[in-house]
Nanobody
Framework: QVQLVESGGGLVQAGGSLRLSCAVS????????MGWFRQAPGKEREFVALIRWFGISTYYADSVKGRFTISRDNAKNTVYLQMNSLKPEDTAVYYC????????????????WGQGTQVTVSS
């Protein structure tokens, strides 16, 4: 059974930074494409970032491009989301997700999900 556990969320002022981590167990991590999504109250879950299993190709939502960086450490079975220059509109529950090589920006293309971690950005 694959388990994904996020950590690193919290409360931060606008302009600040946070780094989210997602630890994966139960399956060969290096073969998974890993994504980050977020969901604000009353809104649909939206794509944030994706990194392929070989770690070279990354993709970002336009709203976070240039501020967020996704990375992975296959030796530690962990994927990260470095979030800089945070804005109040970044406030949401952030989820990591794992999928195969066909995973895209669509939530339905992922097989595994974490429980989420809350990020709150105050103005």
């Amino acid at each position: 059974q694959v388990q994904l556990v996020e950590s690193g969320g919290g409360l931060v002022q606008a302009g600040g930074s946070l780094r989210l981590s997602c630890a994966v167990s139960g399956r060969t991590f290096r073969r998974l494409s890993m994504g980050w999504f977020r969901q604000a109250p009353g809104k649909e879950r939206e794509f944030v970032a994706l990194i392929r299993w070989f770690g070279i190709s990354t993709y970002y939502a336009d709203s976070v491009k240039g501020r967020f960086t996704i990375s992975r450490d296959n030796a530690k079975n962990t994927v990260y989301l470095q979030m800089n220059s945070l804005k109040p509109e970044d406030t949401a529950v952030y989820y990591c997700a794992g999928g195969d090589t066909k995973a895209t920006s669509l939530p339905g293309t992922y097989d595994y999900w974490g429980q989420g971690t809350q990020v709150t950005v105050s103005s």
